[in-house]
Antibody
Framework: QVQLVQSGPEVKKPGASIKISCKTSGYTFTTHYVHWVRQAPGQRLEWMGIITPSGGTTNYAQGLWGKVSITRDTSTSTVYMELSSLTSEDTAVYYC??????????????WGQGTLVTVSS | DIVMTQSPDSLAVSLGERATINCQSSQTLLYSSNNKNYLAWYQQKPGQPPKLLIYWASTRESGVPDRFSGSGSGTDFTLTITSLQAEDLAVYYCQQYYSFPVTFGQGTQVEIK
Protein backbone atom coordinates (compact mmCIF):
# COMPACT_ATOMS: atom_id res chain seq x y z
CA GLN A 1 0.00 0.00 0.00
CA VAL A 2 1.03 3.59 -0.57
CA GLN A 3 2.88 5.06 2.40
CA LEU A 4 4.60 8.34 3.13
CA VAL A 5 6.60 8.17 6.35
CA GLN A 6 8.06 11.36 7.77
CA SER A 7 10.88 12.00 10.20
CA GLY A 8 10.17 12.74 13.83
CA PRO A 9 9.32 15.90 15.77
CA GLU A 10 11.88 18.64 16.18
CA VAL A 11 12.51 21.56 18.48
CA LYS A 12 14.61 24.38 17.04
CA LYS A 13 15.81 27.78 18.14
CA PRO A 14 14.95 30.91 16.17
CA GLY A 15 17.32 31.41 13.25
CA ALA A 16 18.07 27.72 12.86
CA SER A 17 17.25 25.50 9.90
CA ILE A 18 15.45 22.19 9.72
CA LYS A 19 15.31 19.37 7.19
CA ILE A 20 12.37 16.95 7.24
CA SER A 21 12.31 13.71 5.30
CA CYS A 22 9.39 11.93 3.66
CA LYS A 23 10.09 8.36 2.61
CA THR A 24 7.62 7.00 0.09
CA SER A 25 6.76 3.40 -0.72
CA GLY A 26 4.08 1.30 -2.35
CA TYR A 27 4.14 3.05 -5.70
CA THR A 28 6.55 4.10 -8.43
CA PHE A 29 8.28 7.16 -7.00
CA THR A 30 8.64 8.99 -10.29
CA THR A 31 4.97 8.82 -11.27
CA HIS A 32 3.54 11.19 -8.66
CA TYR A 33 4.54 14.68 -7.64
CA VAL A 34 5.06 15.26 -3.93
CA HIS A 35 3.91 18.44 -2.19
CA TRP A 36 4.53 19.93 1.24
CA VAL A 37 1.71 21.46 3.27
CA ARG A 38 1.92 22.92 6.75
CA GLN A 39 -0.60 23.57 9.49
CA ALA A 40 0.21 26.13 12.16
CA PRO A 41 -1.75 25.96 15.42
CA GLY A 42 -5.29 27.13 14.84
CA GLN A 43 -4.57 27.98 11.21
CA ARG A 44 -5.72 26.54 7.93
CA LEU A 45 -3.61 24.21 5.84
CA GLU A 46 -1.02 26.12 3.83
CA TRP A 47 0.57 24.85 0.62
CA MET A 48 4.35 25.27 0.64
CA GLY A 49 5.86 23.70 -2.44
CA ILE A 50 6.19 20.85 -4.88
CA ILE A 51 8.87 18.68 -6.40
CA THR A 52 8.83 16.60 -9.55
CA PRO A 53 10.32 13.30 -8.41
CA SER A 54 11.71 12.39 -11.80
CA GLY A 55 13.49 15.59 -12.77
CA GLY A 56 13.70 17.35 -9.41
CA THR A 57 11.96 20.50 -10.64
CA THR A 58 10.56 22.56 -7.80
CA ASN A 59 8.07 25.36 -7.24
CA TYR A 60 7.39 27.16 -4.01
CA ALA A 61 4.74 29.33 -2.43
CA GLN A 62 5.51 32.95 -3.15
CA GLY A 63 5.79 33.86 0.54
CA LEU A 64 8.40 31.15 1.14
CA TRP A 65 10.78 31.87 -1.73
CA GLY A 66 14.32 31.82 -0.39
CA LYS A 67 13.25 30.16 2.86
CA VAL A 68 12.18 26.70 1.69
CA SER A 69 14.00 24.13 -0.40
CA ILE A 70 12.62 20.77 -1.51
CA THR A 71 14.90 18.02 -2.80
CA ARG A 72 14.61 14.32 -3.48
CA ASP A 73 16.68 11.16 -3.54
CA THR A 74 15.38 8.80 -6.19
CA SER A 75 17.56 5.93 -4.91
CA THR A 76 15.61 5.86 -1.64
CA SER A 77 12.29 7.32 -2.90
CA THR A 78 12.61 10.07 -0.32
CA VAL A 79 11.68 13.72 -0.51
CA TYR A 80 13.22 16.35 1.77
CA MET A 81 11.97 19.77 2.82
CA GLU A 82 14.40 22.24 4.32
CA LEU A 83 13.24 25.43 6.00
CA SER A 84 15.74 28.11 7.02
CA SER A 85 15.81 31.17 9.28
CA LEU A 86 13.15 29.70 11.50
CA THR A 87 10.88 31.97 13.54
CA SER A 88 8.05 31.27 15.94
CA GLU A 89 5.68 31.63 12.98
CA ASP A 90 7.19 28.44 11.51
CA THR A 91 5.91 26.41 14.46
CA ALA A 92 3.56 23.98 12.73
CA VAL A 93 2.89 20.43 11.69
CA TYR A 94 4.49 19.79 8.32
CA TYR A 95 3.00 17.24 5.94
CA CYS A 96 4.21 15.72 2.73
CA UNK A 97 1.39 14.70 0.41
CA UNK A 98 1.18 12.76 -2.82
CA UNK A 99 -0.48 14.47 -5.74
CA UNK A 100 -3.35 12.58 -7.31
CA UNK A 101 -3.07 14.66 -10.49
CA UNK A 102 -0.22 16.49 -12.12
CA UNK A 103 1.41 18.67 -11.26
CA UNK A 104 0.28 21.78 -9.31
CA UNK A 105 -3.51 21.78 -9.76
CA UNK A 106 -4.21 18.71 -7.70
CA UNK A 107 -5.81 17.23 -4.67
CA UNK A 108 -3.87 14.89 -2.39
CA UNK A 109 -4.71 11.20 -2.08
CA UNK A 110 -2.06 10.16 0.44
CA TRP A 111 -0.41 12.10 3.24
CA GLY A 112 2.53 11.58 5.56
CA GLN A 113 1.77 11.33 9.26
CA GLY A 114 3.02 14.86 9.87
CA THR A 115 6.11 16.27 11.59
CA LEU A 116 5.69 18.73 14.45
CA VAL A 117 8.27 21.50 14.37
CA THR A 118 8.45 23.76 17.39
CA VAL A 119 10.51 26.93 17.19
CA SER A 120 11.31 28.28 20.62
CA SER A 121 14.17 30.04 22.34
CA ASP B 1 -4.96 33.34 -4.64
CA ILE B 2 -8.44 31.87 -4.42
CA VAL B 3 -9.92 32.32 -0.94
CA MET B 4 -11.96 29.44 0.44
CA THR B 5 -14.50 30.19 3.17
CA GLN B 6 -16.32 27.50 5.08
CA SER B 7 -19.44 27.77 7.20
CA PRO B 8 -20.12 27.18 9.95
CA ASP B 9 -16.82 27.10 11.86
CA SER B 10 -18.29 24.38 14.05
CA LEU B 11 -21.50 22.44 14.40
CA ALA B 12 -22.92 19.94 16.86
CA VAL B 13 -25.08 17.16 15.47
CA SER B 14 -26.84 14.28 17.16
CA LEU B 15 -25.84 10.75 16.24
CA GLY B 16 -27.88 9.56 13.29
CA GLU B 17 -28.70 13.09 12.16
CA ARG B 18 -27.48 15.01 9.12
CA ALA B 19 -24.47 17.37 9.10
CA THR B 20 -24.09 19.96 6.35
CA ILE B 21 -20.92 21.94 5.74
CA ASN B 22 -20.67 24.75 3.21
CA CYS B 23 -17.68 25.98 1.27
CA GLN B 24 -17.56 29.10 -0.87
CA SER B 25 -14.74 30.09 -3.20
CA SER B 26 -13.78 33.63 -4.19
CA GLN B 27 -13.91 32.65 -7.85
CA THR B 28 -15.37 29.86 -9.90
CA LEU B 29 -13.89 26.39 -9.61
CA LEU B 30 -15.76 25.13 -12.66
CA TYR B 31 -13.48 24.55 -15.62
CA SER B 32 -15.66 25.05 -18.69
CA SER B 33 -13.63 22.86 -21.03
CA ASN B 34 -14.31 19.67 -19.05
CA ASN B 35 -17.29 20.78 -16.91
CA LYS B 36 -15.49 19.71 -13.74
CA ASN B 37 -15.39 21.50 -10.42
CA TYR B 38 -11.87 21.51 -8.96
CA LEU B 39 -12.92 21.06 -5.34
CA ALA B 40 -11.95 18.41 -2.79
CA TRP B 41 -13.03 17.63 0.77
CA TYR B 42 -10.89 16.18 3.56
CA GLN B 43 -11.53 14.81 7.03
CA GLN B 44 -8.94 15.36 9.75
CA LYS B 45 -9.18 13.59 13.08
CA PRO B 46 -7.08 14.72 16.06
CA GLY B 47 -3.41 13.85 15.67
CA GLN B 48 -3.90 12.53 12.15
CA PRO B 49 -3.21 13.92 8.68
CA PRO B 50 -6.09 14.96 6.44
CA LYS B 51 -7.88 12.12 4.68
CA LEU B 52 -9.32 12.58 1.21
CA LEU B 53 -13.09 12.12 1.13
CA ILE B 54 -14.36 13.75 -2.06
CA TYR B 55 -12.79 15.13 -5.24
CA TRP B 56 -14.21 16.77 -8.36
CA ALA B 57 -16.76 18.17 -5.89
CA SER B 58 -18.84 15.00 -5.79
CA THR B 59 -16.68 11.92 -6.48
CA ARG B 60 -16.24 9.82 -3.38
CA GLU B 61 -12.75 8.43 -2.76
CA SER B 62 -12.50 4.65 -2.69
CA GLY B 63 -13.38 3.25 0.72
CA VAL B 64 -15.22 6.35 1.93
CA PRO B 65 -18.66 5.47 3.36
CA ASP B 66 -21.59 6.51 1.22
CA ARG B 67 -23.01 8.63 4.04
CA PHE B 68 -20.50 11.25 2.85
CA SER B 69 -21.55 13.16 -0.26
CA GLY B 70 -20.45 16.32 -2.02
CA SER B 71 -22.47 18.70 -4.16
CA GLY B 72 -22.38 22.16 -5.66
CA SER B 73 -20.85 23.93 -8.61
CA GLY B 74 -19.10 27.14 -9.50
CA THR B 75 -18.43 28.92 -6.22
CA ASP B 76 -20.74 27.18 -3.74
CA PHE B 77 -20.24 23.66 -2.47
CA THR B 78 -21.61 21.41 0.26
CA LEU B 79 -20.38 18.36 2.13
CA THR B 80 -23.20 16.34 3.64
CA ILE B 81 -22.86 13.60 6.21
CA THR B 82 -26.12 11.70 6.48
CA SER B 83 -26.70 9.70 9.64
CA LEU B 84 -23.69 11.01 11.61
CA GLN B 85 -21.61 8.35 13.35
CA ALA B 86 -19.38 8.78 16.41
CA GLU B 87 -16.27 8.18 14.28
CA ASP B 88 -17.17 11.20 12.13
CA LEU B 89 -16.01 13.57 14.88
CA ALA B 90 -13.37 15.56 13.04
CA VAL B 91 -12.48 18.79 11.30
CA TYR B 92 -13.48 18.97 7.64
CA TYR B 93 -11.66 21.05 5.05
CA CYS B 94 -12.43 22.01 1.49
CA GLN B 95 -9.61 22.61 -0.98
CA GLN B 96 -9.57 24.17 -4.43
CA TYR B 97 -7.21 22.93 -7.09
CA TYR B 98 -8.53 25.10 -9.93
CA SER B 99 -5.60 27.46 -9.79
CA PHE B 100 -2.08 27.63 -8.41
CA PRO B 101 -1.44 27.70 -5.51
CA VAL B 102 -3.99 25.27 -4.14
CA THR B 103 -5.77 26.72 -1.11
CA PHE B 104 -7.84 25.35 1.74
CA GLY B 105 -10.82 26.49 3.76
CA GLN B 106 -10.37 27.32 7.44
CA GLY B 107 -12.04 24.07 8.52
CA THR B 108 -15.31 23.08 10.15
CA GLN B 109 -15.31 21.20 13.46
CA VAL B 110 -18.05 18.57 13.68
CA GLU B 111 -19.01 17.64 17.22
CA ILE B 112 -21.46 15.17 18.61
CA LYS B 113 -24.45 16.77 20.33
Amino acid sequence: QVQLVQSGPEVKKPGASIKISCKTSGYTFTTHYVHWVRQAPGQRLEWMGIITPSGGTTNYAQGLWGKVSITRDTSTSTVYMELSSLTSEDTAVYYCARAALSPTNTFFDHWGQGTLVTVSS
Amino acid sequence: DIVMTQSPDSLAVSLGERATINCQSSQTLLYSSNNKNYLAWYQQKPGQPPKLLIYWASTRESGVPDRFSGSGSGTDFTLTITSLQAEDLAVYYCQQYYSFPVTFGQGTQVEIK
